[in-house]
Every structure is written in C-alpha cells, then in structure tokens.
Antibody, heavy 119, light 108 residues
Framework: QVQLQESGPGLVKPSGTLSLTCTVS?????????WSWVRQPPGKGLEWIGE???????NYRSSLRSRVTISVDKSKSQFSLKLTSVTAADTAIYYC????????????WGQGTLVTVSS | IVLAQSPDTLSLSPGERATLSCRAS???????LAWYQQKPGQTPRLLIY???SRATGIPDRFSGSGSGPDFTLTISRLEPEDFAVYYC??????????FGQGTRLEMK
C-alpha cells in the first residue's frame, strides 16, 4: 500500500516561502505516475497546485506558476513544494498525492498538513 | 475548464437516492473525470474514475455516468456514512486538474 507523508513548517510569515516535503513509501517514486500537490483552504474546496514526474517534468497551475517550484529527490523517495511570496490567501491544508498515470485521478493522498501564513 | 456542481447542498434521508451533478464549461474526456468523497477532518477518498468505474473497495450503491460536459454521481440508497461533501475533478492538458466546488450531502 502506497503511503505519503507531508512534512514542513506549519507557520510561515507573509512574503516568506512555504516549503513542504512529501515522503513516499510502499511504492516507487519512479513508477509511471505523476506526483501532485493539492491544497484546501479551511472550510473551502480543493485546488490543484502542480505535479512532477520522476524524470523531473513539471506542470503547474497557471495562477501560481510564477511562485511555485516542485522538485523530486528519487534517492530519498521524496518530492517537494516551494511557494514564494506567500500571503494569508495561501493558508490551507496542503496534501501531496499520487496521480494514476493514464487516468489522471488522485489515487493516494497524504494526511495533509495545515500551513498558516501569519506574522 | 470550470466544473460547476449542483446542487450546492442536498438534504436527504437514509435510504433515499442521491443524484449529484457536475457540469464542465467545455467538453471533458470521460477518461479524465473522477469523483471524491470527503468527510470532515479527513482526506478526500476516490469513488469513481473514468466517469463510471468504481474505485477499489467502493460499494456498488455508488455509480457514475455521463459524458462531456455533463456527469452524474448517483448513490442508490443512502447509508448514514454517505453524508459528506462530494467533489468532481477533471484533467486536461490545459489547465491541468480542476475540481468542482463541491456538493454537501446532509441528512434531513
């Protein structure tokens, strides 16, 4: 069973950089799947942020593209999210997820981590 | 691509049939249409993929149907544990993945 676990600071200052890491276990990060970040502001809906393939290819949400970087470290079975110039609007639960390759649905999810942007 | 779910809130009783709608602002491939259930404090759970295929372990009272741009999630007989928020999701090369705003299924 594939498991994903997010880690990183729960509090980020405005204008700072949000950095999260997702550790994958129970499956290979080099499998034929994309690895995504999805967020959910408290009490609101789901928003896709971006994804990465083990080769390093990435796709980002257009509205966040200028602020987002997703990277992969195959040796550690991890992929990471960096979001710069954060504001209160970036406060959300951040999930990492595995995307089933050919069907493009979110098959496995991490438990999520709440990141609050506040001074 | 915007996914509009309706209704925003659906109030039904256990045993009743629930019909949830997801309409895309432009044509969406059925291959890339999925439905999720989310309960308070929990991670979204995949129910349906490819518009009509049930995910592993999902009871057969859940079914999906439709083709771009209109899709439907049907719960044939509601169980108490089915009351939750439901999201549809699509993928396309541009803009990538989008989710509907969600339908809250509440117990009457």
């Amino acid at each position: 069973q594939v498991q994903l676990q997010e880690s990183g600071p729960g509090l980020v200052k405005p204008s700072g950089t949000l950095s999260l890491t997702c550790t994958v276990s129970g499956g290979s990060i080099s499998s034929s799947n994309w690895w995504s970040w999805v967020r959910q502001p408290p009490g609101k809906g789901l928003e896709w942020i971006g994804e990465i393939y083990h080769s390093g290819s990435t796709n980002y949400r257009s509205s966040l593209r200028s602020r987002v970087t997703i990277s992969v470290d195959k040796s550690k079975s991890q992929f990471s999210l960096k979001l710069t110039s954060v504001t209160a609007a970036d406060t959300a639960i951040y999930y990492c997820a595995r995307v089933r390759g050919q069907w493009r649905f979110f098959e496995y999810w991490g438990q999520g981590t709440l990141v609050t942007v506040s001074s | 691509i915007v996914l509009a779910q309706s209704p925003d809130t659906l109030s039904l009783s256990p045993g009743e049939r629930a019909t949830l709608s997801c309409r895309a602002s432009q044509s969406v491939s059925s291959t890339y249409l999925a439905w999720y259930q989310q309960k308070p404090g929990q991670t979204p759970r995949l129910l349906i993929y490819g518009a009509s295929s049930r995910a592993t372990g999902i009871p057969d009272r859940f079914s999906g149907s439709g083709s771009g741009p209109d899709f439907t999630l049907t719960i044939s007989r509601l169980e108490p544990e089915d009351f939750a928020v439901y999201y549809c999701q699509q993928f396309s090369n541009s803009p990538g993945y989008t989710f509907g705003q969600g339908t809250r299924l509440e117990m009457k």
